[in-house]
């Protein structure tokens, strides 16, 4: 329960600090005195939700639907129903975004679908047409669309690759398919088998005539076969030069020795080592015409077999040829250089070396005849091999350059497309997630059945403006939505409802709970704020009867003891207010509180009535206590308004409205007061109902103060025989 309430942090109640309450307490105020703000302050201070129920208007209890042409009902529901909104803002966006989104993939997938058709052409036309060309049968079942062949393709991916020294071109894939297909098995070419003995020409060209002289002196000495030798060797002697046999200088008695006596023994050496230079002469020339006749016998053979398998060697046979008449003409040219050595190692290994080209380019092409031999003995396992190297030429060429821009093209866009796919599935999860939200939330709504059988006894009080709720069938999983059954029993649209009907339809609501609260016997605090807004007669009369019976219940459970209520109505409808009041029998004792709400210049004032002399009997009163408050709070265009009101009322009261200004106008004129006078006329005058404009409702009143005003009120009042009327009302104590 809630005894004082704290003000001093509000800055619209500057004037009031605190402010006690009892069991029960009426507050009067007009609108914008700070009745809500007061209702807020409650409620903070009590901070119990449990034991504190509040009607502030419609929007706790009641929300309508024009859209579902129904009304929602239970403030748990609104509760939900705001949270559901939330949600469905939330969701307007993701379903915005998941739009856009599968808009992107909608359009990624377009161009995938061009990218790959683009691709699929391109392989087409420059893959599959040329194999299909040239190995047909290897393509057997690729060809059914250019989608599945395409996907083929992607087979050779998994294939596991031909070393590049093993790999064939496409010629040689056809010329072996024809051997297998003819089923020939090929000859082996003969290699050239060479005779000249390299040994011997070394040695040839290594001799000179004086290392062999030497050895045939020394031979001759040791057989004593001394006769006749020098003469032969004479011809080569010249007195006083060296010997070309050992060098030594030859003197004349050597050359008479020599004459006399070595001339056969040189000779014939000189003779034996022509001899043997010839003998290498002949054998190189002889082999030269052995590797012409072979080429001869190579040309006939290689000319019976196919191009691949045939023996092109005229370039390595001349490089042999030359080789072999260099080699000759050097062999000549020592007749001329016997008596040194003569070099020929680079020639005989240049020589060499060429008959070895000549040997592997004839190997070469009998591997060639090996391997086809082979591939025809075992023509199955042939073939099969054969589609191997087709399927990796066709790997291959996917790997060249405008297949794989190709490639690269669909694999970009492709990689876009799967962005804008993980986004969309991004996105769809998002929504997913909400719609889980929202459906979670919509399976805690509740049935308010119970309280609308007890809204409709109500409703059906109101006679002929009766109307009641009926269960409304909305979208699955929600509760707490009803439609509206006129007083004809046809539906009514919810857009007709008045304000007055949809604020009792939240009032009586309200009421349900209170009295669900009370069946709980604990304390409760409850709060009314304005229950009467826009209300008809009959409408009025129902909530007013509702509270006066909630008031009086209150009365007998607090005397009991049993439970402690505490209730709080607030109100700005002073025939409401009085009626409450008045139902109380005595509103100022301690159980029962009366305050009044006033706005002052700097403020709302809160004013406890603690006797019926302050207290308001009815709308006329209230004019005056109006009046008062604002001379009190010197709120000169208020006070100046409702003098105004009074007079309108008191004159139209006394049936005086026609002749008011001409039964005053000789007792004001009168008057010794010149600014008294002034103001009286002014009131005089704004005081005939319905002939004011506003600039005389707005009149000047700086040039004077609250008490000329006041002053001038009692003068005119006086003036019209109300003297004791004026008095009766005016506070005496307020000056």
């Not at 082996?188 to 088998?193: C, E, G, I």
């Not at 093209?409 to 999860?429: P, T, W």
């Not at 009641?468 to 909305?474: E, F, N």
């Not at 129902?542 to 209520?565: C, D, P, W, Y």
Request: with cysteine; hydrophobic share 35%.
């Amino acid at each position: 329960m809630l005894d004082t309430l704290d003000l001093q942090n509000i800055d619209l109640f500057k004037n009031n600090s605190k402010i006690n309450f009892s069991d029960i307490n009426i507050i009067y105020g007009k609108n914008g005195t700070g009745k809500s703000t007061m209702v807020g302050a409650i409620e903070e201070q009590i901070n119990d939700p449990e034991h504190c129920v509040i009607f502030n208007g419609i929007e706790r209890f009641i929300r309508p639907d024009k859209q579902l042409n129904s009304i929602l009902l239970g403030t748990r529901n609104l509760e939900i129903e705001a949270q559901i909104q939330d949600l469905s803002a939330t969701r307007a966006t993701a379903a915005k975004e998941l739009a856009e989104s599968s808009t992107t993939v909608k359009k990624q997938q377009s161009k995938f679908n061009t990218s790959v058709n683009d691709y699929q052409d391109f392989v087409w036309e420059n893959i599959y047409k040329h194999f299909q060309k040239q190995f047909p049968t290897d393509l057997i079942g690729w060809g059914g669309s250019k989608k599945t062949f395409s996907e083929k393709l992607k087979q050779l991916g998994r294939l596991e690759p031909i070393n590049p020294k093993q790999l064939l071109s496409e010629s040689d894939i056809l010329e072996k398919r024809g051997l297998i297909k003819a089923g020939v098995r090929l000859p082996k070419y003969d290699t050239f088998a060479q005779q000249l003995n390299f040994d011997r020409v070394r040695k040839v060209m290594s001799k000179t005539i004086r290392s062999e002289a030497k050895g045939q002196i020394a031979k001759r000495i040791e057989e004593r076969k001394l006769e006749g030798w020098i003469q032969h060797g004479k011809p080569f002697l010249i007195q006083n030069e060296p010997c070309p046999f050992c060098g030594q200088e030859i003197n004349e008695e050597h050359f008479r020795l020599l004459e006399t006596e070595f001339a056969e023994i040189i000779d014939s050496t000189y003779k034996d080592f022509q001899d043997e230079i010839q003998a290498c002469v002949d054998l190189t020339n002889q082999e030269q015409k052995r590797l012409i006749a072979w080429q001869r016998n190579i040309d006939e053979e290689s000319n019976k077999k196919d191009e691949s398998f045939k023996l092109i060697i005229s370039k390595e046979v001349d490089v042999v040829s030359t080789g072999l008449q260099f080699l000759s003409k050097t062999l000549l040219s020592k007749n001329e250089q016997m008596q040194q050595e003569v070099p020929i190692d680079e020639q005989l290994n240049t020589l060499s070396g060429s008959l070895d080209d000549l040997t592997a380019k004839v190997n070469e092409v009998n591997a060639r005849i090996d391997s086809n031999n082979e591939l025809v003995k075992n023509s199955a396992d042939s073939e099969k091999e054969l589609h191997k190297q087709v399927l990796e030429l066709m790997r291959l060429r996917c790997l060249q350059d405008d297949i794989a821009s190709c490639q690269s093209k669909v694999k970009d866009v492709q990689s876009k497309l799967k962005n804008a796919i993980g986004e969309n599935k991004q996105n769809q999860d998002a929504l997913n997630m909400i719609d889980s939200g929202i459906a979670a939330l919509k399976a805690k709504t509740q049935s308010e059945q119970e309280a609308v059988s007890r809204i409709n006894h109500l409703l059906g009080l109101l006679g002929n403006k009766r109307f009641k709720l009926c269960l409304s069938a909305v979208e699955d999983g929600l509760s707490g939505y009803y439609t509206i059954e006129g007083n004809d029993g046809k539906r009514r649209p919810v857009s007709a409802l008045s304000t007055g009907e949809e604020n009792l339809i939240a009032f009586l609501y309200f009421f349900y709970l209170v009295e669900a609260k009370m069946s709980e016997q604990s304390p409760i605090a409850i709060v009314i704020d304005d229950p009467v807004t826009s209300n008809d007669d009959q409408s009025m009369f129902l909530i007013v009867t509702l509270i006066q019976n909630l008031l009086f219940r209150a009365k007998e459970i607090n005397v009991q003891g049993s439970q402690k209520l505490q209730i709080f109505v607030f109100t700005h409808n002073s025939s409401f207010y009085i009626n409450l009041k008045e139902w109380t029998k005595n509103p100022y004792t301690k159980k029962n509180h009366s305050f009044h709400l006033s706005a002052g210049p700097i403020g709302s004032v809160i004013e406890q009535i603690k006797d019926k002399n302050e207290d308001i009997i009815n709308n006329y009163d209230e004019l005056w206590r109006e009046a008062q408050f604002s001379y009190q709070q010197d709120q000169k265009q208020a006070l100046w308004n409702q003098i105004r009101r009074i007079l309108e009322t008191y004159v139209k009261f006394n049936n005086r409205t026609a002749s008011l200004e001409n039964a005053v106008r000789e007792k004001i004129i009168a008057a010794e007061d010149t600014e008294k006078k002034l103001i009286a006329l002014q009131l005089v005058k704004i005081a005939h109902a319905n002939s004011h404009s506003i600039d005389e409702l707005m009149q000047d009143l700086s040039p004077w103060s609250k008490e000329q005003i006041r002053d001038a009120f009692k003068f005119v009042m006086e003036s019209l025989g109300g003297q004791e009327h004026f008095e009766a009302h005016w506070n005496p104590s307020i000056v």
